[in-house]
Every structure is written in structure tokens, then in C-alpha cells.
């Protein structure tokens, strides 16, 4: 079991940057695949960013160039920066993890194993 807490979410206006920090609670945080996800009113939640075991990382097309995933092993933490908001960034986040699979079946978004509860974010135009 892995628990996994979000915090760093917010109302920031366009143009803005916020910055998410993810909290697993196992010490083997350095063997994961982490992503972040987002889930937007009346649609499907989407992969975002992903940061692999060596640090390799892959994003949606949307966020490239906005976003960076990153990771500290030292503090089980993953953070995701946000730059330059858009209204349409605007969703619940969500930290997941992914115990087992290779890193080409991780950016897929599927089988993720824990979740964390998500934060919101708010970007007003």
C-alpha cells in the first residue's frame, strides 16, 4: 500500500504559475513510475506528466513546454510546475503511482496502482 498526498493546488489568474507537490508514503518511492493526472468537469481525466525510475519523463500535448515533472527521492516527492495557466488547466489533480509496469506502458496513463485524493486547481481568465 502506498499512500499519497497532494498539496499546492489554488485559484491563480491566466498567465500564472502554481507548483504541486506529491508525498508517497513508502521509502521505495525511488522504484515507481509517478504521474500526474487531471480531471476536468464532464470530461475524461488525462495523463499530464509522468517521470520514470531513471528520470526520463513524458507529457500531453498540451502541457508541453508549461509543465515540468520532477522528483526527489531523498523526500518520496514528485512536483509538478505550472507555467503559464490557461483556463483550460483548470481541473482536479491527481498524484498516482505505478509499482510494476515498464516505463512505455507508464506513459500510456493505464493501470496506475495508488492514487491520492487531488487537489484543485482554478485558473481564471
Known amino acids: 500500500q502506498v499512500q499519497l498526498v497532494e498539496s499546492g493546488g489554488g485559484l491563480v489568474q491566466a498567465g500564472g504559475s502554481l507548483r504541486l507537490s506529491c508525498e508517497a508514503s513508502?521509502?521505495?518511492?525511488?522504484?515507481?513510475?509517478m504521474g500526474w493526472f487531471r480531471q476536468a468537469p464532464g470530461k475524461q481525466r488525462e495523463l499530464v506528466a509522468a517521470?520514470?525510475?531513471?528520470?526520463?519523463?513524458n507529457y500531453a500535448d498540451s502541457v508541453k513546454g508549461r509543465f515540468t515533472i520532477s522528483r526527489d527521492n531523498t523526500k518520496n516527492t514528485v512536483f509538478l510546475q505550472m507555467n503559464s495557466l490557461k483556463p483550460e488547466d483548470t481541473a482536479v489533480y491527481y498524484c498516482?503511482?505505478?509499482?510494476?509496469?515498464?516505463?512505455?506502458?507508464?506513459?500510456?496513463?493505464?493501470?496506475?496502482?495508488?492514487w491520492g485524493l487531488g487537489t484543485q486547481v482554478t485558473v481564471s481568465s
Open positions: 498516482a503511482v505505478d509499482i510494476d509496469q515498464p516505463w512505455v506502458a507508464a506513459i500510456t496513463g493505464n493501470d496506475y496502482d495508488y
Open positions: 513508502r521509502r521505495t518511492f525511488s522504484r515507481y513510475n
Open positions: 517521470i520514470g525510475v531513471g528520470g526520463s519523463t
